[in-house]
């Protein structure tokens, strides 16, 4: 059975303009009614497919999440993700279009979530389905999980099913806005908050207060001349170690010497990097800073690694050999500039892959679409690496 663009259009469409109408930005974050349609499909499909949920109070948020799995011989396990959660609406008026109702112009089908992520959403169902009808693996298992809590950066999606066991992959591919390209190495990502404490006093005499404010500024001072550096000399090919202040709060009142002031930072470290080193780093600049014992406070937040899929692994090679035969050219290796639920699996030694149709830019953004000829070709890559990887005929 070959691909054949014209007959798979209509339906990658169709799947598409289905998800859109189901809305799930958050807040809230619903994906109950999604999540339902897409278990419908895959369990229509001859997939074994479950709903799965943290508890009750999850569950009733809307925080579901489908795990639909195909095969179970020996051989490679294969899991595909797409996060069924999008941003909000934003401000209305700047939309052209109804966000919930999708709208084909000019190649594009426009929507709330068709850039990021239900386009790549429909490309995956649309798979699973065409891997069902043509037998299913005749080598190793495939399974799909649609998420979520992605745009909430929460627990209960990605998080919560590898923290249940509920998929062990030795592949992940991440739907992301790739434009058929591949992402096979990413950044960790690490969040610290910072508080000083001091005196309050009146403004008109500062001297009779101990001001926090002006503590930080002497923390962060620190941390610049002494980070900085060190991070500027660390490199990964694109990769750069960063550091960043995100957030910062201090003081009541403008007539008030302030007694506290918080910040947080955002520290993104390399593959080859960890982040409770990364953190003790950072703990030892602001411990030894001379100020009163008790008046700087410093506390890792969240941390997940960093990791990179080999290029000669099994489904890094999978999808170098399926993008040159669907495109008659050498797959690109982009560099990544945010992070994706593939975090969760750094540390365990598998491929992440993130791969997908449309361009970052069109996420995130109104008026955001997705082209469909991009799916049609990240459906045809996707169909064949998976015939490369599982046995697919």
Known sequence: MSFNPAAV???????????????????????????AYTADRLKRAGYQVEILARSAETEAKGYTNVVAKLGGGSGPRLVFNAHADTVAVGERSMWHTDPFTAVEKDGLIYGLGAGNGKGNMAVQIW??????????????????????????????????????????????????QTENQLITAERGVMWVRIETT????????????????????????????????????????????????????????TNVVPNFCWVELDRRVLPTEKV??????????????????????????????????????????????????????????????????????????????????????????????????QMLTAAEIQLAMVQDLLGVK
């Open 127 to 176: 798979l699973a389905e065409e891997i069902a009808r043509r037998g299913g693996p005749t080598q190793g298992e495939v399974a799909f999980t649609f998420v979520s809590d992605e745009e909430n950066l929460g627990p209960d999606g990605m998080f919560y099913l590898r923290e249940i066991g509920a998929i062990k992959p030795d592949v992940l591919v991440l739907g992301a």
């Open 276 to 373: 409770p080193d990364a953190y003790a780093e950072m703990k030892a600049i602001v411990d030894a800073l001379p100020e009163p014992e008790g008046t700087v406070r410093i506390e890792l937040l969240r941390g997940t690694n960093g990791f990179r899929a080999p290029e000669g692994g099994q489904g890094v090679g999978a999808f170098q050999r399926a993008i040159q035969g669907v495109t008659g050219k050498p797959a690109q290796f982009l560099n990544a500039t945010g992070v994706s639920d593939g975090r969760y699996f750094a540390d365990d030694g598998i491929e992440i892959i993130n791969f997908g149709p449309g361009a970052g830019a069109q996420g995130h953004a109104a008026n955001e679409s997705v082209p469909i000829d």
């Open 9 to 35: 259009r209509p339906d990658l469409v169709q799947i598409l303009t289905d998800l859109i109408a189901r809305p799930s930005p958050f807040p809230s974050g619903d994906c109950t009614a999604i999540n």
């Open 198 to 253: 001091g005196k309050a006093a009146h403004a008109g005499n500062p001297a009779a207060g101990d001001n926090a404010i002006m503590r930080m500024l002497r923390v962060l001072s620190q941390l610049d001349a002494t980070l900085a550096p060190r991070l500027a000399a660390r490199t990964d090919g694109p990769m750069q170690s960063t550091n960043n202040i995100g957030m910062i709060r201090g003081g009541h009142n």
